[in-house]
T-cell receptor, first 111, second 116 residues
Framework: AQRVTQPEKLLSVFKGAPVELKCNYS??????LFWYVQYSRQRLQLLLR??SRESIKGFTADLNKGETSFHLKKPFAQEEDSAMYYC?????????????FGTGTKLQVIP | EAGVVQSPRYKIIEKKQPVAFWCNPI?????LYWYLQNLGQGPELLIR????????DSQLPKDRFSAERLKGVDSTLKIQPAELGDSAVYLC??????????????FGPGTRLTVT
């Protein structure tokens, strides 16, 4: 079975401080990992995916297979980064391609 | 482009009543998903369609939930009868492509269901 764990329900940081949103996963094969974001009163949307290896809105995430982690990082938090962040894993489970979401972390950037 | 459209946005019903949600995916997207999102949780997949075929309904509680995507475009999710525990946000998403490829999912605004 595949599982995604986001240990923090809430992360509060000051504007300009570094941000790290933690994501750990459990999956026996080679996963595809994503970060989705939901800003207040907006719909869930893709932030980035590990295979793209790109930086979006200053955020990056590196897949660490040894630690089975895909932490989301940003060197300097901005107020507009305040949102719910969900880590998601796509993999084969029971013959189906499944996407499993974590429980989410609310990022609060304090001005 | 309106994106994924869902209706209604909010629904309040009494327990044991039926309810239906409608979703229109982004034009050209073959794959359609229905998710359930409880308060404080991430989305949980209920069913996934590729065109009109339900390729993964393993998480759908079939005793009371049903879904259809008759022409491979829009879809309806039904609950009959609703229970108090069904109160949640029901999300629809779509993505281009199908099969083993994992594409970005585009989410609708969701329908917030309250069962009293």
């Amino acid at each position: 079975a595949q599982r995604v764990t986001q240990p923090e329900k809430l992360l509060s940081v000051f504007k300009g401080a570094p941000v790290e949103l933690k994501c750990n996963y459990s999956y026996s094969g080679s996963p595809e990992l994503f970060w989705y974001v939901q800003y207040s009163r907006q719909r869930l949307q893709l932030l980035l995916r590990h295979i793209s290896r790109e930086s979006i809105k200053g955020f990056t995430a590196d897949l660490n297979k040894g630690e089975t982690s895909f932490h989301l990082k940003k060197p300097f938090a901005q107020e507009e980064d305040s949102a719910m962040y969900y880590c998601a894993l796509s993999g084969l489970s029971g013959g189906y391609q499944k996407v499993t979401f974590g429980t989410g972390t609310k990022l609060q950037v304090i001005p | 482009e309106a994106g994924v459209v869902q209706s209604p946005r909010y629904k309040i019903i009494e327990k044991k009543q039926p309810v239906a949600f409608w979703c229109n995916p982004i034009s050209g997207h073959n794959t359609l998903y229905w998710y359930l999102q409880n308060l404080g949780q991430g989305p949980e997949l209920l069913i996934r369609y590729e065109n009109e075929e339900a390729v993964d309904d393993s998480q759908l509680p079939k005793d009371r939930f049903s879904a259809e995507r008759l022409k491979g475009v829009d879809s309806t999710l039904k609950i009959q009868p609703a229970e108090l525990g069904d109160s949640a946000v029901y999300l629809c998403a779509s993505s281009p492509g199908q099969g083993a490829f994992s594409y970005e999912q585009y989410f609708g605004p969701g329908t917030r269901l309250t069962v009293t």
